[in-house]
């Protein structure tokens, strides 16, 4: 495990999954999701801070058995946000919190609907690459995945370093990326990415 703690720390740079509507909705400016509402705000008083939404993402998941389940009406209500929608994405970008860190959560609309996915990222927009202050504990997630009957797999780059962490349950799939702080107790391991796979 210490292995993999250490090369996970630069696994971002080299994760190649992240869906390219993500990107561009992260070189918008950082205050709200864009929608044809413009309604969806970071000051949201009602917002869960960065640790309860990761953990309200993570039983919207464990609960689930197909990836048919999944709506972006779903997510809202499992999260206590409401989207904002801009083409085929939806999603919320929470206020800034500890050290500047924000959550992204995203849900892709995509055809047909059954490939549909979502996303929930821990985000700096300073630049910031200590977890610390948002760590959400990767074991707490891996064991409520296996709970919940997901399997389990890595995926290894060609020199073997840490890509990631797959789960699988019938047709849904994900992919969860983790990294160790830099400050703290460095033998964390915690979750930066949790996204669908196609």
Request: charged share 20%.
């Amino acid at each position: 495990m210490t292995c993999m703690r250490h090369m996970a720390i630069s696994v971002m740079a080299s994760f190649a999954l992240v869906a390219s509507a993500t990107d561009a909705v992260l070189a918008q400016t950082s205050g709200k999701f864009i929608s044809d509402k413009d309604a969806v705000h970071m000051n949201d008083i009602s917002e869960p801070t960065a640790n309860e939404a990761a953990k309200r993402f993570l039983a919207f998941v464990s609960r689930m058995n197909q990836l048919s389940e999944a709506s972006a009406e779903g997510l809202e209500k499992a999260l206590g946000l409401s989207f904002g929608r801009e083409g085929t994405v939806a999603g919320y970008r929470s206020a800034a919190g500890p050290d500047g860190w924000q959550y992204f959560v995203d849900f892709y609309f995509r055809d047909p609907p059954l490939r549909n996915g979502f996303s929930f990222e821990f985000v700096n927009l300073g630049g910031s690459t200590d977890l610390s202050p948002v760590c959400f504990d990767f074991d707490l997630l891996r064991s409520t995945l296996h709970k919940a009957g997901f399997d389990e797999q890595k995926r290894v780059g060609e020199i073997g370093e840490l890509i990631s962490f797959n789960y699988f349950k019938n047709d849904v799939k994900l992919a969860v990326i983790i990294q160790s702080p830099t400050t703290g107790d460095v033998n964390r391991n915690c979750v930066r990415r949790i996204q669908t796979l196609q």
